[in-house]
Nanobody, 119 residues
Framework: VQLVESGGGLVQPGGSLRLFCAASGFTFSSYVMRWYRQVPEKERELVAAISSTGSSTDYADSVKGRFTISRDNAKNMVYLQMNSLKPEDTAVYYC?????????????WGQGIQVTVSS
């Protein structure tokens, strides 16, 4: 099982970035996908979630209207489009896959990717 994030980097305030998460080794279309972020000495924070079919999404209040999560089940990819970025969006962003099957919880994490918003 692998989740590999890409697309992070340094961007100025007000700018945009698109994060990518490539999934392999599991039945991607059966999993809810989420993006989390974490800054040092703080708990990991849920940023956005998308249902297995892509028909439903949810966002943290802090990113609503600025971030968009999407997925392509044919390509086993999930995306996070981040617009109007703020310095407080600076964090390591993690891709997460989760499903509950026959009473068992299956959860996978990517290695994380740094996003820095700074002038």
């Amino acid at each position: 099982v692998q989740l590999v994030e890409s697309g992070g980097g340094l961007v100025q305030p007000g700018g945009s970035l698109r994060l990518f998460c490539a999934a392999s080794g599991f039945t991607f279309s059966s999993y809810v996908m989420r993006w989390y972020r974490q800054v040092p000495e703080k708990e990991r924070e849920l940023v956005a979630a998308i249902s297995s079919t892509g028909s439903s999404t949810d966002y943290a209040d802090s990113v609503k209207g600025r971030f968009t999560i999407s997925r392509d089940n044919a390509k086993n990819m999930v995306y996070l489009q981040m617009n109007s970025l703020k310095p407080e969006d600076t964090a390591v962003y993690y891709c997460n896959a989760q499903t509950n099957y026959s009473g068992n919880l299956y959860k996978y994490w990517g290695q994380g990717i740094q996003v820095t918003v700074s002038s």
